[in-house]
């Protein structure tokens, strides 16, 4: 990461440059770096802040989307961010949809890309081959279009992950806390602006599941990234910064 690492009261976060708040939130097996073209691009006319959501870090019996969500709510109550504009892809934008449903006031319109919240497949809830590097390479390769994006410090970064008792038993229950929290009956309730970016050949929360985003959300528009998977802001990071700035300035951001 080319970005300073700031600790403060608990709080592990960047925060690139000034103006609107752009707040972005990683994926259950993401990282900051994932959002570093998008900070990179951002940063000279917003303030780009990305904390970083303690999923290995949670008692295992409160780990879960609602305790992240509670997180996020301290880290922005701590920061004092007014009138955010929340990006989240996969878990991440699972808790901004929480979030915007528990704190509405904070936020002025939300960006998922890859969300989960109605469905997703991930790992089918365990790793029965974890040991096996193959395995975690098959794995990691299958969230993109490119295998390639799956680089081997990437999946050299998930294999110690998964081999981690620690770390596996709070990504498993942070998962299933994922898939029992269903969103589907509230998201008539979010009535901000929405946009929708997704991967158009996106395998673990396909394409169905973001034009039942679409249909459900009263305020929400949707755009596809062809020959993207789960992360599109990893894979395709110039088109999915140019939609998100379509986006931005149609909201009058």
Known sequence: ???????????????????????????????????????????HKYRVILPLLPVYELPVITTGVKTLSKFVHKFIKYKQLQNVILLGNSLGGHVGLIYALTHPEKLRALVLSGSSGLYENAFG??????????FVKEKVEY?????????????DE??????DRHSVIRLLAMAKSAIRHNMKKDL?????????????????????????FNELLPDSELHWIDNCGHAAMMEHPQEFNRLLKIFLQKIGA
């Open 188 to 212: 008539h309730k979010i009535h901000m602006p929405v946009s929708l970016l997704w991967g158009r050949n996106d395998k673990i929360t396909p394409p169905e599941v973001a034009e039942e």
């Open 143 to 155: 969230t993109f279009y490119d295998p390639k994006i799956a680089t081997p410090e990437l999946v």
């Open 158 to 163: 998930v294999y110690k992950l998964v081999n």
């Open 1 to 43: 990461m080319s970005f300073a690492l700031k600790e403060e009261r608990g709080f592990k976060y960047i925060d690139e440059g000034e103006g609107q708040v752009l707040l972005l939130l990683h994926g259950l097996m993401g990282g900051l770096s994932n959002w570093e073209e998008v900070i990179e691009e951002f940063r």
């Open 125 to 134: 809830g365990s790793f029965p081959r974890r040991e096996s590097m193959d």
